[in-house]
């Protein structure tokens, strides 16, 4: 691994605002493509990020534009590791369902509930964890490639 | 970023071009407008989403909603010439073959 590698973290603090999450996925991608993650790579990457900030904004903060997001992008030799973390509402039980997005029936076509599999389907692992002060964070690791 | 949405006439069709990032600062703008078309459009709605450079979730969920009441109206409901973006999206929520494409 390069040296500067090793201090290639980011840390970021925005409001719970969704006009930001574009700015959100811009910064995700320039640091994956900094990190030299594959092209397609980034695209979902970027896409399970926003998925885990529209999340926080909607079932954690509902709504609330007010409040903090916090993002932390970490490299280290064996992963990348993502965490969204906010301050809100305990995340409900059913994101820690370990479930592959599902095909749905005809007459089981919702327009909800695609976020979390989404994720699921991402990444390597994707941890729900409460913070002890309040709020959730969530820890989405990508294994590297050789 | 806001999206830009045009409405245009094609026979029987209502078109909703959509031009943009649809996620969920923008994607409400795209479901009023969807859910604005189905009723009153002749024959149904095709949304083009040639010009969606990215789509999230909540944007999929809301053509699974103009889907919805298109059915619930008796209209039709297809997406024409889907962005890569939104091509892998719809195969991540595994409702690729949800939608009439074409």
């Known amino acids: 691994m390069d040296k500067h590698r090793e201090y290639n973290d980011v840390r970021l603090i925005v409001r719970s605002d969704p006009r930001f999450l574009g700015s959100i996925r811009s910064l995700v991608r320039a640091w994956l493509e900094a990190c030299e993650v594959a092209e397609d790579v980034v695209d979902t990457v970027v896409l399970a990020i926003d998925e885990a900030c529209s999340n926080a904004i909607r079932h954690a903060y509902e709504g609330r534009c007010d409040e903090t997001l916090e993002i932390r992008l970490h490299e280290n030799e064996e992963h990348l590791e993502f965490q969204v973390c906010d301050q809100g509402a305990p995340c409900p039980p059913e994101c820690m369902e370990r479930r592959p997005p599902q095909r749905p029936t005809e007459n089981d076509l919702k327009p909800g509930g695609l976020g979390v599999p989404l994720m699921r389907e991402i990444f390597d692992d994707v941890r729900f964890s409460p913070v002890a002060t309040g709020g959730n964070c969530v820890i989405m690791r990508l294994k590297k490639k050789d | ?102």
């Open chain 2, 1 to 102: 970023m806001a999206l830009t949405i045009e409405e245009s006439k094609s026979g029987e069709e209502t078109v909703v071009g959509v031009l943009g990032e649809v996620d969920l600062y923008t994607s409400p703008q795209l479901r009023t407008a969807i859910l604005k078309a189905v009723p009153a459009a002749d024959g149904g709605v095709a949304v083009d989403l040639s010009g969606v450079g990215y789509i999230d979730s909540s944007g999929v969920a809301t053509l699974v909603e103009g889907l919805r009441s298109a059915r619930k109206h008796g209209k039709t409901f297809t997406l024409v010439a889907p962005s890569r973006a939104v091509l892998q999206v719809l195969e991540l929520t595994r409702l690729d073959q949800v939608f009439e494409v074409r």
